[in-house]
């Protein structure tokens, strides 16, 4: 079946410029998730949703980052005003269950260059 | 929290084994390894649980000390397939909110794996 698919899977964005990033999980998973994942890094947490509730978005950098889940199924992570520290791979990840006991699925990410 | 990984990078020739280690000074509920090849999705290997319940391949195998709060991912004749940045990412207890999604991963182990 088919996995997470995240698009663009690259992005170059101007300073300033407000950009949008899609991800697809697999379906009927309950759980979808963002990561930033900076080069040389591993993932690091941003935001949580499970259906179309976002519980958690504690790792969100700043008020420039938005996620939705509208009807929970399809998110997008929507960054506004883009600062170069915002270069990154973003990754999206779903899970069935959100619990000690699932794995997550990831997306192949979207890189993208803040210039 | 972010936990330790150790080494940073290893190289093995074909056939060679591999110890990859984590470690996180926070008392853990379980902890999860995942391996990413260059531009790729993280891809599942296991999950380690409190209480010793494990779920993963069968190729792969790995131990979690809950007192010293560690785990170890064993690699035995390796394959040129096992190359790839090795990260763990570790559930902590006493999360707030019940929070046992919240993945914080290290910052990864570089594995080459040489004809």
């Known amino acids: 079946g088919a996995g997470v698919s995240q698009s663009p899977r690259y992005k170059v964005a101007k300073r300033g410029q407000d950009v949008a990033l899609r991800c697809d999980p697999i379906?009927?998973?309950?759980?979808l998730f963002w990561y930033q994942q900076a080069l040389g890094q591993g993932p690091e947490f941003l935001t949580y949703?499970?259906?179309?509730?976002?519980?958690?978005k504690s790792g969100l950098p700043s008020d420039r980052f938005f996620a939705e889940r509208p009807e929970g199924s399809v998110s997008t992570l929507k960054i506004q005003r883009t600062q170069q520290e915002d270069s990154a791979v973003y990754l999206c990840?779903?899970?069935?269950?959100?619990?000690?006991?699932?794995?997550?699925?990831f997306g192949p990410g979207t890189r993208l260059t803040v210039l | 929290q972010q936990p330790v990984q150790s080494p940073q990078a290893v190289i093995l020739r074909e056939g060679e084994d591999a110890v990859i280690n984590c470690s996180s000074s926070?008392?853990?509920?379980?902890v999860h390894w995942y391996r990413q090849k260059h531009g790729e999705a993280p891809v599942f290997l296991m999950i380690l649980l409190k209480g010793g319940e494990q779920k993963g391949h069968d190729k792969i195998s790995a131990s979690f000390n809950e007192k010293k709060q560690q785990s170890s991912l064993y690699l035995t004749a390796s394959q040129l397939s096992y190359s790839g940045t090795y990260f763990c990412g570790t559930l902590l207890r006493g999360g707030s909110g019940g929070s046992n999604y919240k993945l914080t991963f290290g910052k990864g182990t570089l594995l080459t794996v040489n004809p």
């Open positions: 949703f499970q259906n179309e509730a976002q519980l958690d």
């Open positions: 990840a779903s899970s069935t269950v959100a619990d000690l006991y699932n794995e997550q699925f």
């Open positions: 926070k008392a853990l509920y379980s």
């Open positions: 379906s009927g998973h309950v759980s």
